[in-house]
Structures are given as C-alpha cells and as structure tokens.
C-alpha cells in the first residue's frame, strides 16, 4: 500500500523559506514521477514542481526561480525547498507520486497524472 505523509509546513514572514518533506512507504521515489502540488481555499490545485526517475524537473510559473524539489533515495523521501516566500504561497501542500516512470513537462499542471496523495501540510506566510 502506497503512502505519502507531508512535513514540514509552518507559519513564516514573507521573504522567508521553508522545506517540506514528503516520506514513501511502499512506493519508489527513485523509480517514479513525483510532485508537489498545493490548493489555497477557494481555488484550484496548482502544480508546484515536478521529479521523474531521470531527475528532470518542471516548475509552476509561480513558483519558478523559487522552488527546488529533490529526493533522497537511501530516506525513500522527497522534498520541496521553497525560498522568498510570498503572502499567495499560503496553501496546504500536497506531496504526490504517479505510476509512470518520465514526467512530462505539462504533468505540473495536471493533477489528475498522479495516482496517490499525502493528506497535506499547511503553508502559511504573513506580510
């Protein structure tokens, strides 16, 4: 059984930085296309970034420049560093992985390319 569980999330002043943590049972995070994603109340859920078997990554525009995703492959774990964060940032995470091995460069917009979800960690940042 595929399970994804978030940490990380936190409450800090714009400008700041945080890294989530997304720790895998039963499932590969070396073997697989993984993301995160996030949703802010009121709105759809956004792609954040991208990581597939051969390392490739993709980005959302808007969090490009600012985010770095990575695995640890020992840890089976995966992570989102996020850096001069902004107040639209606040959203609950989501850490996701899909039963293909590549990522496109359009599966960061498409939600429905990812076949298991965490439960979330909230981001909150204050002007």
């Known amino acids: 059984q595929v399970q994804l569980v978030e940490s990380g999330g936190d409450s800090v002043q714009s400008g700041g930085s945080l890294r989530l943590t997304c720790a895998v049972s039963?499932?590969?995070?070396?073997?697989?296309?993984m993301g995160w994603f996030r949703q802010a109340p009121g709105k759809e859920r956004e792609g954040v970034a991208t990581?597939?078997?051969?390392?490739?990554?993709s980005f959302g525009e808007s969090t490009f420049g600012r985010a770095t995703i990575s695995r640890d492959n020992a840890k089976n774990t995966l992570a989102l560093q996020m850096n001069r964060l902004k107040p639209e940032d606040t959203a609950m995470y989501y850490c996701a992985a899909s039963k293909n091995s590549n990522c496109f460069s359009y599966d960061v917009s498409q939600p429905s390319v990812f076949a298991y979800w965490g439960q979330g960690t909230q981001v909150t940042v204050s002007s």
């Open positions: 039963g499932y590969s995070v070396s073997n697989y296309c």
């Open positions: 990581l597939d078997r051969s390392g490739r990554t």
